[in-house]
């Protein structure tokens, strides 16, 4: 099976404008997502999925500076954007990861795919029904198959905009998995919308290597309780 990972990324976030070039341990996020999703010995192929907006040249020059390859497509419709960036690509199973999640686990990423394989399913999420991994180690996997029929079908324009909504909220379609923590850490908040979110990451960043797990991660923020209180009244964005 041959699986790429799809990497949406643009620089118009309301909450943190150009926040996936906001700069840790000297790397951009974005970097560092690219950079993890490729050490995921279960990904064949990454590509950047930026938007046509003109702010958007700048990760499109930073792509191109590293040599990743990417992709532009519409700003809202995000679901069409991931299937653009697909077609061409030859694969199989598409993961979907988000730019603002810098401390991304690889090994996360593999498990979710074995299971993906394991349980023949269409869908997999470590967020769906419910997340316990912490907020900013997640990711989804999708059959291109899957991928198509949400891109066909899904009228939605609020769901096309998360992408994934029309596969786990139609379970009479799609064979859905999902891969839990043992236990719910889904209070710690690593994901970068804003300055909250960033102040956290460059303390982490600064304290561990880009390479650590996400276990490293929790370990270092349990020893300094104080440090989740800087995010703590960030309210996540809903699907709707």
């Known amino acids: 099976m041959r699986t790429a990972a799809i990497i949406q990324a643009r620089l118009g976030s309301s909450r943190l404008p150009g926040k996936v070039l906001e700069r840790f341990a000297g790397q951009t996020a974005l970097a560092h997502c690219v950079a993890r999703v490729r050490a995921c010995p279960a990904i064949d192929e990454v590509v950047v999925a930026t938007t046509i907006d003109p702010r958007d040249d700048a990760i499109v020059t930073v792509c191109r500076a590293a040599g990743w390859r990417w992709s532009r497509g519409s700003e809202d419709d995000v679901l069409d954007r991931y299937y653009q960036a697909a077609q061409g690509l030859g694969a199989d199973a598409i993961v979907r ?6 401390l991304l686990d690889p090994d996360v990423v593999l498990a979710l795919v074995a299971t993906f394989i394991d349980q023949r399913a269409d869908y997999a999420s470590t967020s769906f029904p419910r997340a316990t991994y912490p907020i900013g180690i997640s990711a989804e996997v999708m059959t291109m198959d899957a991928l198509a029929t949400a891109w066909r079908d899904d009228a939605n324009p609020a769901w096309r905009e998360h ?28 994901t970068l919308d804003t300055p909250e979110d960033a102040a956290l990451l460059r303390l982490i960043f600064d304290h561990l290597p880009a390479s650590t797990s996400w276990r490293d991660v929790l370990a270092l923020v349990e020893a300094h309780p104080d440090w989740s209180a800087i995010n703590a009244a960030v309210v996540q964005k809903r699907v709707t």
């Not at 990861?97 to 810098?102: A, F, G, K, N, Y």
């Not at 859905?176 to 710690?188: F, K, M, N």
């Open 97 to 102: 990861i988000t730019s603002d999640c810098p």
């Open 163 to 190: 992408v994934t909504p029309f596969l786990y909220r139609h379970p009479e379609r799609f064979r859905l998995a999902t891969l839990g923590c043992e236990q719910d850490y889904s209070h710690h908040r690593w």
